[in-house]
């Protein structure tokens, strides 16, 4: 059970990915966790990827392959992997069919623009817990005050609306080609895609993916 989990940024991918995993034993794959343990490990790789992070650039489609490739060899993805945030290019997902990295499964969360940059604008978080806050779907009892230590919430960078704005255009331009590259590839039967609608409840969504992958 190879996945890829496709969609903007405060699709939910996240929250779903944590329900994938434990509900079928198989490792989420995040890049950024790779490129700290390769680098932490000392190995070949994670040297070659430390002198380009060090430097300021951004590291190379060809190393994060090769990181994939050994990720994956691993004994904890022999009933298969979640890759979450990657590929991001087609150029990545090409070097990947190349590689022989074969995926059953393309997972695209659809959600509107504006509904994402309403989910994710409206959160409220508590620095000291991480406890999270949403004004309107999830609000804390006393406006702006934590429920348990009344300190005040904040937003985080990342939630504001102009950041959440700029993250959504970057994924259109770079990301977004790939639900039809996938669906191409799904037509030529390479791999099975399904758009699932992220603007349902989470366990409905968990619900429908369930039963999609057990099928």
């Known amino acids: 059970m190879r996945i890829i989990l496709l969609g903007a940024p405060g699709a939910g991918k996240g929250t779903q990915a944590q329900f994938l995993m434990n509900t079928f034993g198989i490792p989420q794959i995040s890049t950024g966790d790779m490129l700290r343990s390769a680098i932490k490990s000392g190995s070949e790789l994670g040297k070659k990827a430390k002198q380009v992070m060090d430097a300021g650039q951004l590291v190379s489609d060809d190393i994060i392959i090769e990181l994939v490739k050994e990720r994956i060899a691993e004994p904890d993805c022999q009933n298969g992997f979640l890759l979450d945030g990657f590929p991001r290019t087609i150029p990545q997902a090409d070097a990947m069919r190349d590689n022989g990295i074969e995926i059953d499964y393309v997972l695209e969360f659809d959600v509107p623009d504006e509904i994402i940059v309403d989910r994710m ?33 904040v937003v985080r960078p990342d939630d504001q609306e102009q950041t959440v704005r700029k993250r959504l255009s970057v994924y259109h331009e770079q990301t977004e080609p790939l639900v039809e590259y996938y669906q191409k590839l799904s037509k030529e039967g390479k791999t099975e895609y399904h758009k699932i609608d992220g603007t349902q409840p989470v366990e409905r969504v968990s619900e429908q993916l369930g039963d999609l992958l057990r099928k």
């Open 121 to 153: 604008s409206g959160r409220r978080v508590h620095p000291g817990s991480g406890r999270v806050y949403h004004v309107e779907h999830n609000p804390p009892k006393v406006e702006g005050k934590d429920d348990e230590t009344g300190e005040d919430l």
